[in-house]
T-cell receptor, first 114, second 114 residues
Framework: EDKVVQSPLSLVVHEGDTVTLNCSYE??????LLWYKQEKKAPTFLFML????IEKKSGRLSSILDKKELFSILNITATQTGDSAIYLCAAGAYSGAGSYQLTFGKGTKLSVIP | DAGVIQSPRHEVTEMGQEVTLRCKPISGHDYLFWYRQTMMRGLELLIYFNNNVPIDDSGMPEDRFSAKMPNASFSTLKIQPSEPRDSAVYFC????????????FGQGTRLTVV
C-alpha cells in the first residue's frame, strides 16, 4: 500500500525562525512529489518536484526531492505568522490499474507565534 | 475563473438521510477529483474523472457512496444513506492534466451526520 509520512506532526516556532518539514514516501511507480499549504479551507499548491536534487524556490519557501532516499523537505526561512497552516505533502504515482493518484500525508501543523 | 466551486459549504444531516455534494471544476480542466479529509486519515482520494468518465473509484468507501459527472462543468458526490462516520470535509479538485500538474481545490463541504 502506498504511504506518505510527514514529520513532525506539529511544530510551534517564533517569528523569524527557520523550519524544515519532512516528507517520506513509499509509493509504487512514483512520478511526482507535491507540497500544499492548507490554511482554513482548501489546500493551495506550493511546489511540484519530479527530479532529485533540484531545489524549487518561492520567496522564503524552498523544497527539494531525494528520489534515492525517498524523501522531500520543505524549508521556510524567516517565518511569519502568516505561515501558520497545515502543510501537506503528496506523492503522485500510477496505480497497478494504470490510474494516476495522489497519496497525501497527514500534514504538519505549523504555528508561528509573534 | 472563479476556481473550483463547491456547494454547500456546510451540511448537517441526520443519519439515514441522503446527502448530495456538488462541484463545478475550473473550465477547461479535464480531470476532477473527490477527496475526503478527516483528522484520523488525512486527505483520501475517493474517485476521479477524466473527461467526465470515472477512471478510478477504488477509494470510494462502500456502496453508499456514488459519484457522477454528467458534463464537463458539474459533478456530484452522493451518500445514501448517510452515517455519522461519514462526517468529514469533502473536497473537490480539478486539474488540467493527469500528472505533473497541480490540482486546484475547492473550499470544501463540511459534512456532519448526527
Amino acid at each position: 500500500e502506498d504511504k506518505v509520512v510527514q514529520s513532525p506532526l506539529s511544530l510551534v516556532v517564533h517569528e523569524g525562525d527557520t523550519v524544515t518539514l519532512n516528507c517520506s514516501y513509499e509509493v509504487t511507480n512514483f512520478r511526482s512529489l507535491l507540497w500544499y499549504k492548507q490554511e482554513k479551507k482548501a489546500p493551495t499548491f506550493l511546489f511540484m518536484l519530479t527530479s532529485s536534487g533540484i531545489e524549487k524556490k518561492s520567496g522564503r519557501l524552498s523544497s527539494i526531492l531525494d528520489k534515492k532516499e525517498l524523501f522531500s523537505i520543505l524549508n521556510i526561512t524567516a517565518t511569519q505568522t502568516g505561515d501558520s497552516a497545515i502543510y501537506l505533502c503528496a506523492a503522485g504515482a500510477y496505480s497497478g490499474a494504470g490510474s494516476y493518484q495522489l497519496t497525501f500525508g497527514k500534514g504538519t501543523k505549523l504555528s508561528v507565534i509573534p | 475563473d472563479a476556481g473550483v466551486i463547491q456547494s454547500p459549504r456546510h451540511e448537517v444531516t441526520e443519519m439515514g438521510q441522503e446527502v448530495t455534494l456538488r462541484c463545478k471544476p475550473i473550465s477547461g480542466h479535464d480531470y476532477l477529483f473527490w477527496y475526503r479529509q478527516t483528522m484520523m486519515r488525512g486527505l483520501e482520494l475517493l474517485i476521479y474523472f477524466n473527461n467526465n468518465v470515472p477512471i478510478d473509484d477504488s477509494g470510494m468507501p462502500e456502496d453508499r457512496f456514488s459519484a457522477k459527472m454528467p458534463n464537463a462543468s458539474f459533478s456530484t458526490l452522493k451518500i445514501q444513506p448517510s452515517e455519522p462516520r461519514d462526517s468529514a470535509v469533502y473536497f473537490c479538485a480539478s486539474s488540467l492534466l493527469e500528472m505533473n500538474t497541480e490540482a486546484f481545490f475547492g473550499q470544501g463541504t463540511r459534512l456532519t451526520v448526527v
